[in-house]
């Protein structure tokens, strides 16, 4: 890390990023309430202003993450009952996305050699094409996930970089809205991964994965890239961008599921495209 002359906002975030993991006491003696006070004077210590911070003020134990967070069975269906009805449902959508961004789509191939096809595949199994981002509070789901002991420290680290996207600008407080394990916009992306890998790929100086197709497209291309995503190869099972897509879920019906998709979207855009006789 270069040295600074002073700590502007961004640098004390960034440092405070590159610092050891909070460690607020998970289910403490005085519950939900106990935890969230030890988080901020944390939190506190490593950047966030006492007007981010505010933002918690009255955030509520929410239960129904909680239930949510012990009920994940749908990745233990085969990969036939998982992949064929996801695919089925978001066929011609993708077909059609992947036709009307097309000049976006090559743009995004040449900067970070993603497949067009891969990006459209992501954001129609993540958010039906950004149509059903989530309605959950992101820092009420991350601040519970974060209390509960099973991944304290991963979820503590989610509502800090949450609380970072709006003190940076990113994003606004009614912005943070989005799946029950804190992901939002239209990729759902963690809120580490939003401070990661979104982008401004529309122009308008604004990484916006709310709003914004291009932005969504291009971050997740960008974010297969910052895993070692490797250009006109194949990613298939067995394959090292396969890997890259468990980076992505690591559960393996949902990666066998994306490539699958991605293969034959891919395929069929390659069809459409051919002369005809």
């Not at 967070?69 to 996801?86: H, I, N, W, Y």
């Not at 000049?103 to 900067?111: F, M, N, V």
Request: aromatic share 10%; with cysteine; glycine share 8%.
């Amino acid at each position: 890390m270069r040295p600074v002359k002073a700590f502007t906002a961004a640098a004390v975030l960034s440092f405070a990023l590159a610092a050891p993991a909070l460690a607020a006491k998970c289910n403490p003696p005085g519950g939900f309430d106990a935890f969230m006070a030890e988080f901020k004077k944390e939190a506190a210590t490593r950047g966030l202003t006492p007007r981010t911070l505010s933002l918690l003020n009255n955030v509520t134990l929410d239960p129904s993450v909680l239930a949510a967070d012990k009920r994940q069975g749908v990745f233990k269906l085969s990969f036939e009952e998982f992949a064929t009805p996801r695919i089925k449902q978001r066929w011609a959508r993708a077909s059609r996305h992947l036709s009307e961004q097309a000049p976006t789509l090559r743009r995004i191939e040449k900067e970070f050699g993603v497949p067009g096809a891969m990006t459209i595949v992501l954001w129609g199994l993540e958010t039906d094409f950004g149509t059903h981002t989530g309605k959950h509070e992101v820092l009420r789901a991350t601040a519970t996930l974060g209390f509960d002991c099973r991944r304290s420290a991963f979820f503590q680290n989610e509502l800090f970089e949450a609380l970072t996207l709006v003190q940076k600008g990113d994003l606004h407080p009614a912005d943070l809205r989005g799946d029950w394990a804190g992901e939002l916009g239209q990729a759902h992306f963690l809120p580490s991964s939003y401070n990661r890998y979104a982008i401004d790929f529309d122009g308008n100086g604004k990484r916006d994965l709310i709003r914004s197709v291009p932005d969504t497209l291009a971050s997740i291309a960008n974010y297969f890239k910052g895993y070692g995503w490797q250009p006109r190869q194949p990613y298939g099972e067995g394959t090292e961008n396969f890997e890259v897509i468990r980076k992505w879920n690591k559960a393996l019906v949902y990666a066998k599921t994306v490539a699958a998709f991605a293969e034959k979207l891919e395929a069929h855009s390659a069809r459409a495209e051919q002369p005809r006789r």
